[in-house]
DNA sequence: GTGTGTGTACTATGTAGTTCATACACCAAT
DNA sequence: ATTGGTGTATGAACTACATAGTACACACAC
């Protein structure tokens, strides 16, 4: 499998590539397996490890520095920003993020709340318990 | 306004018009303001409606009926289908569906379930409110 | 028959976005 | 200075999608 050049980590198709590595990141600070300062893999490195395009690396890491998640300064390795007011909203952002686009998704369908937050509830503990599994 | 030619509806850029109008539809049936067997504007009028390309309107007028929700005869207008068992889980399906993108896009994040509940029920809320302003 | 409207099918074109290939400038170590 | 590692920039290639244009077969009304 992946003899096709395809990216190796969960990916999806629908979105572009480049983001979902931003994500990956966001992700990576927001549970503190990255934290302030610590450096991150070359491009790439990035590139090898995930099996993309150093360049669709390199697009990730541009959008991150514009969002000041990362610095990078001359050629030296770029690390993670020591600014804990930008890292400690990254959280809030992609709940917010995904929170936003699921009530936007289902606004229109007129569902009661108590009724969503049940299926959420159902279907989050169900996914949590097949992770589990899944690890075991 | 619209002068460019573009969709009039509110549609996003990420998605392909064709499936959001496949996704308009579902949640007229979902929200019972189409009924089985009620007849559905011709490709051409619904291409002149939303101001899109007839094209794009056969094409999600295709996807309908490969996905049974209408049915077509002849040249008879189009209507939506009488088959209940499939009306029944429109709906179901709409909600399944983004529970599911939504769940998946916070499962990494480790968020409590109380958290998370608390905020949808939050946005869900001001969403609401913020609609009942809009119309009056 | 004529005309109009239906659904359907096909090709071609334009466009936007993503990814790839390549090249360049810089720095550090050997 | 040469080699190998950085980050960076640019243009080509490729894909998906929407659109345009046209065509055909059918049915119903006049």
């Given at each position: 499998m992946n003899e096709t050049g395809g990216?190796?980590?969960?990916?999806?198709?629908?979105?572009?590539v480049y983001l979902q590595v931003v994500r990956h990141f966001k992700v990576e600070i927001a549970t503190g397996k990255l934290t302030a300062g610590q450096v991150i893999p070359s491009r790439r490195e990035l590139a090898a490890l995930m099996n993309i395009n150093p360049n669709t690396a390199q697009k990730a890491y541009k959008e991150m520095e514009d969002q000041l998640l990362i610095v990078t300064e001359g050629n030296s390795p770029s690390r993670v920003t020591t600014d804990e007011r930008i890292l400690g909203v990254v959280r809030e952002e992609l709940i917010s993020e995904a929170v936003d686009a699921f009530v936007a998704s289902v606004r229109l369908i007129g569902v009661p709340v108590d009724e969503l937050l049940h299926v959420v509830k159902r279907k989050y503990e169900t996914m949590h318990s097949q992770h589990k599994e899944a690890e075991s």
């Open positions: 990216p190796i980590v969960p990916f999806n198709n629908r979105d572009p």
